[in-house]
């Protein structure tokens, strides 16, 4: 079976041109990192280690409980440097997803993206975006594959966490050939996928269940969309932080009659992020991208800025119905 390959030869060669040429690089992903993000950005530092170089991923927010059974989450620091040779963002596509990290990112010398988000606007010395591809994690993979980067079994295993999570256990309609292989070959190379399978969903709190039927108990149905706000209170509440909320919406969208699902999370200064996913025939990176967000066609996101909870539902009301009748 041939090779399936992504990444141009000409993107890799200049990939290793500026690792080659650096002698220390940063690694950002972008802020309240998700699986991919820390996947992407903890296996890449760890694989240029042991390539020779010194790295750092850059620490800009809490990760959320769930994520904190990661291999070498100790490396998601704060920096040890104000500039670095290299700076790579990963996971995104837009400098202010990098929140603090931009102003380390602006003196650094040169400034790689890889990414797989539609839409991203940046512009960097090397860009490696593909919104083909389900995550940045199979693309990370890619590099390290085929520049022969060192990969241990650690390495491994956070690329698989990534590629598992954001293709929702292989279930979105992104995903292609190439991603089975490369699971199949990040198992070869030690992925320790029960271990991953196990944290990720053998591994609920209790109060983690009272805190998501309470949620489900307050969900808006008007077919064909679920809507559903979550306050900072509801949080407070049930000891439970807003991340924790996350697997809400996919739990909606996997309902009968249900083509889009909506959660809005309550953050502070009158912010309200929106989670949108999608299940066959509505595009939700549109949505995103029209209200300067961004995400893939099946799962998106952007912010709102409103008064209270209320106005925040009645805006994405309107916002979903208007998508909906297009």
């Given at each position: ?137 199979e693309l990370v993979y890619e590099i390290i594959k085929r520049l022969k980067l060192p990969i241990d079994n650690e390495i491994a295993t956070l ?168």
């Open positions: 079976m041939p090779e399936i390959e992504k990444i141009s030869k000409s993107q890799l060669d200049k990939f290793k041109k500026l690792i080659d040429e650096a002698k220390n690089i940063a690694i950002s992903a972008h802020i309240n990192p998700d699986g991919d993000a820390l996947g992407a950005s903890l296996s890449l530092r760890k694989s240029l280690e042991k390539y020779g170089k010194f790295a750092e991923v850059i620490q800009i927010s809490e990760v959320d409980n769930y994520l904190k059974f990661f291999p070498d989450l100790s490396q998601y620091k704060k920096p040890s440097l104000d500039e670095y040779d290299l700076f790579i963002i990963v996971d995104c596509s837009e400098f202010d997803r990098i929140d603090k990290a931009i102003e380390i990112c602006e003196k650094s010398k040169n400034t790689i993206v890889i990414d797989h988000h539609k839409g991203g606007k940046i512009d960097t010395d090397l860009n490696i975006i593909y919104s083909d591809s389900p995550a940045t994690c690329l698989y966490i990534g590629l598992v999570t954001d293709t929702g256990r292989f279930l979105y309609s992104n995903i292609s050939e190439l991603t089975f292989l490369t699971a199949a070959e990040l198992i070869n190379e030690g992925a320790d996928y029960e271990y991953v399978y196990k944290n990720l969903y053998q591994n609920k709190e209790i109060s983690k269940l009272r805190f998501e039927n309470h949620i489900l108990s307050k969900v808006e149905f008007n077919k064909p969309y679920a809507l559903v706000g979550v306050s900072k209170k509801m949080c407070e509440d049930f000891s439970m932080q807003m991340g924790d909320s996350e697997s809400v919406v996919n739990m909606l969208r996997d309902l009968k009659g249900i083509e889009v699902a909506c959660l809005i999370k309550e953050y502070d200064d009158g912010e309200y992020k929106i989670s949108l996913r999608s299940k066959e025939w509505l595009d939700v990176s549109k949505i995103a991208r029209d209200n300067n967000g961004g995400g893939h066609i099946r799962a998106a996101g952007f912010s709102l800025y409103e008064k209270n909870m209320e106005d925040a539902l009645d805006t994405m009301r309107k916002i979903l119905k208007e998508a909906i009748d297009d």
